[in-house]
């Protein structure tokens, strides 16, 4: 017998309010060139007061239960990955257990920031197979803008605001589906290359985020390109077997950069940088939402997810759809 975590159903949710790079121009010292050229953002999503992490990812959780079949009664755990909670306490996995009317249940954060959805993603999957859970829904979901100093023209341009969810469900498999391998990795060391200058042990105000935009992008080529290379050894198969990476969408340039790497064609990563910017422990989850819906990721695909953020944190997850 072998219990594996399978993906059930995916969800995802947007703010209304869609910015264009020539609207930000208006008011930050920028330019729709600059922008698609160096990242290939060309719009962002930004939440208005009414909308949260915690409503936006019940939003997607909505969805990815839809897709599942299952009501918020059949979900034995919530994680939702996020760095910007709806409040410092309690866990936002707690205020979106309560927006679904789910009963009781295990809830709570994850904080690894962009890497966020792919940590969540790897502790559901042990709690699955472990039994604390028979459906369990993973979560990411960011309001980024209300961190973003909109006087820092090298940040502010990059962000966006979203949530993605899946459901994962423990199931008996065998036809090969489920999550086969995750790996997960952290180098504290470079804590201050990527971070938000305030907290509540600290400054006692939420803060901004400040970034060593070139470092971080030097790391995350190396970093996400060894990090694959592990997975699949983990699973045994090489880089040509992968249907369809769904990679975090920083930046178009490091996304290109890592599936150059790994010898993969474009035609095979899910990109929505273009259209979402970064929406840190969001952006995979909507990637892959965005590209079940479409019919892109089909049953059967090998689909593998990575993600590097502030920590920094790395990671990846291998899994047969
Ligand atoms: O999700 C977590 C992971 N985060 C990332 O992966 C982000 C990684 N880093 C990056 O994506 C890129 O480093 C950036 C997009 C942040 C920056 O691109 P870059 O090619 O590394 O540019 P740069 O920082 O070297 O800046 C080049 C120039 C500078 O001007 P000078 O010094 O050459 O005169 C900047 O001042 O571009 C200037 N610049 C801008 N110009 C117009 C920086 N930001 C902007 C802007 N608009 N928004």
Redesign the pocket.
């Known amino acids: 017998m072998t219990v594996r975590a399978i993906l059930a159903g995916t969800g995802s949710a947007l703010p209304r309010t869609r910015v264009s790079n020539a609207e930000l121009a208006a008011r930050?010292?920028?330019?729709d060139e600059?922008?698609v050229e160096?990242?290939g953002i060309r719009f962002r999503h930004i939440a208005e007061p009414d909308e949260t992490t915690a409503t936006l990812g019940a939003d997607a959780a909505r969805q990815a239960l839809a897709a599942a079949g299952l009501e918020p009664s059949d979900i034995g755990l919530i994680i939702v990955a996020t760095a910007t909670p709806d409040n410092t306490f309690p866990a936002s996995a707690t205020k979106v257990q309560a927006l679904l009317g789910a009963p009781d249940c295990i809830a709570f954060d994850v904080a690894a920031?962009?890497s966020g959805f792919l940590y969540a993603v790897s502790v559901a999957d042990s709690m699955l197979r472990t039994g604390a859970a028979k459906h369990a829904l993973v979560i990411g979901s960011e309001t980024f803008s209300r961190i973003l100093d909109w006087e820092d023209?090298?940040?502010?341009?990059?962000f966006g605001d979203g949530a993605g969810a899946v459901v994962l469900s423990a199931e008996d498999v065998e036809d090969g589906r489920g999550i086969l391998a995750t790996r997960l990795h952290a180098e504290g060391k470079y804590c201050d290359m990527?971070y938000v200058d305030g907290g509540p042990s600290t400054t006692g105000t939420v803060g901004h985020v400040r970034?060593q935009?070139?470092e971080?992008?030097r790391h995350?080529v190396t970093n996400l390109a060894s990090v694959l290379g592990e997975v699949m050894t983990d699973v045994g198969l090489s880089p040509d077997q992968i249907d369809w990476i769904v990679p975090?969408q920083?930046?178009k340039?490091?996304i290109d950069a890592t599936a150059k790497k790994l010898g993969l064609p474009p035609e095979r990563v899910v990109l929505t940088v273009d259209q979402h910017a970064?929406t840190?422990a969001a952006?995979v989850p909507l990637a892959l939402d965005l590209a079940v819906r479409d019919g892109r990721i089909k049953r059967g695909d090998l689909v593998v997810l990575e993600?590097?953020?502030?920590g920094f944190t790395w990671g990846a997850a291998v899994l047969r759809v």
């Open positions: 930050v010292d920028t330019s600059w922008i160096r990242t920031v962009c023209r090298t940040t502010c341009v990059l990527l970034m935009g070139r971080v992008f995350a975090h920083a930046n340039r490091i970064n840190s952006s993600a590097m953020g502030g």
